[in-house]
Nanobody, 118 residues
Framework: QVQLVESGGGLVQAGGSLRLSCAAS????????MAWYRQAPGKQRELVAGISRGGSTRYADSVKGRFTISRDNAKNTVYLQMNSLKPEDTAVYYCYAGPAFVSRTRYWGQGTQVTISS
């Protein structure tokens, strides 16, 4: 079993920055892939950024060049640095962990609200 604890959400003005953190407990295998998803009201949950244990990353086109995902394997923690935030980035952000990015076994954090004011 993996538990994910997120922190770092909040309210910022457009153009500002936020850093999200997600600390995972559990086996290294179960956290090979870690990612951030987000869900805005009335929309489906979407992948924002993902990172493998080896450091390979992937990003949604909408955040490329603005967001950076990183991880500290020793701490089993993943981070999302969000810069140049836009109102359309407003959503609940969820941390994901699993053996792979696509996996029957998947774990989710409780979600953290990010609100960007214009």
């Amino acid at each position: 079993q993996v538990q994910l604890v997120e922190s770092g959400g909040g309210l910022v003005q457009a153009g500002g920055s936020l850093r999200l953190s997600c600390a995972a407990s559990g086996s290294a295998f179960s956290t090979n892939a870690m990612a951030w998803y987000r869900q805005a009201p009335g929309k489906q949950r979407e992948l924002v950024a993902g990172i493998s244990r080896g450091g390979s990353t992937r990003y949604a086109d909408s955040v490329k060049g603005r967001f950076t995902i990183s991880r500290d394997n020793a701490k089993n923690t993943v981070y999302l640095q969000m810069n140049s935030l836009k109102p359309e980035d407003t959503a609940v952000y969820y941390c994901y962990a699993g053996p792979a990015f696509v996996s029957r076994t998947r774990y989710w954090g409780q979600g953290t609200q990010v609100t960007i004011s214009s």
